[in-house]
């Protein structure tokens, strides 16, 4: 079962602009994490947020988690053509193991 | 530093065929990861492998599914016999330890199409 919902399904921005993409989750976690998946390719890591954290920044990527709402957000700023791809969160539920929980993603579309 | 490759990148079998794919991970990776990723969804982890042995198998539909890492490096997956809804991209990752918050590497996965 998946976890994560992202919002939206599909964004489409042009370069320079911001891409903000929102992930809600239904269970306690330890930590939620951001990948990106270009056409064709596997999965690449962002960026990780653990639950004791509200904000986190990484290069041009800013990462946002509320745990009393069980949300995220990923800001992406100045985006660039080659920032479009379909990004994933997956969150790491609490519990024995860890295994991460991937939500249907967000297509973006940064248009030149 | 060499990734995680996986192999064949592209399989078309017909159901009820058997199919396998083979992923070796990041040299030094004790933990590797089997994910389903139908289209239009995230990836689900199907199995996830602690040096040789299995960490967590629950996703996986044993009735058609096998998986091993016997030398604690390289694994297998295979399916038989094959339905129509395993068609999907099977990827496999690896990470250094395992932990909570280790990152997971993934290779380019396998894209496998049941007619």
């Known amino acids: 079962s998946q976890q994560g919902e992202e919002d939206p399904q599909a964004l489409s921005i042009q370069e320079g602009e911001n891409a903000t993409m929102n992930c809600s989750y239904k269970t306690s976690i330890n930590n939620l994490q951001w990948y990106r998946q270009n056409s064709g390719r596997g999965l690449v890591h962002l960026i990780l947020?653990?639950?004791?954290?509200r904000e986190k920044h990484s290069g041009r990527l800013r990462v946002t988690l509320d745990t009393s709402k069980k949300s995220s957000s990923l800001l992406i700023t100045a985006s660039r053509a080659a920032d479009t791809a379909s990004y994933f969160c997956?969150?790491?539920?609490?519990?024995?193991?860890?295994?991460?929980?991937f939500g249907k993603g967000i297509t973006l579309s940064v248009r030149p | 530093e060499a990734g995680v490759a996986q192999s064949p990148r592209y399989k078309i079998i017909e159901k009820r065929q058997s199919v396998a794919f083979w992923c070796n991970p990041i040299s030094g990776h004790a933990t590797l990861y089997w994910y389903q990723q139908i289209l239009g969804q995230g990836p689900k982890l199907l199995i996830q492998f602690q040096n040789n042995g299995v960490v967590d198998d629950s996703q996986l539909p044993k009735d058609r599914f096998s998986a091993e890492r016997l030398k604690g490096v390289d694994s297998t997956l295979k399916i038989q016999p094959a339905k129509l809804e395993d068609s999907a991209v099977y990827l496999c990752?690896?990470?250094?330890?395992?932990?909570?918050?280790?990152?997971?590497?993934f290779g380019p996965g396998t894209r496998l199409t049941v007619l």
């Open positions: 997956a969150t790491d539920e609490t519990g024995a193991n860890s295994k991460l929980t």
């Open positions: 947020i653990r639950s004791n954290e």
């Open positions: 990752a690896s990470s250094v330890v395992g932990t909570r918050t280790d990152t997971q590497y």
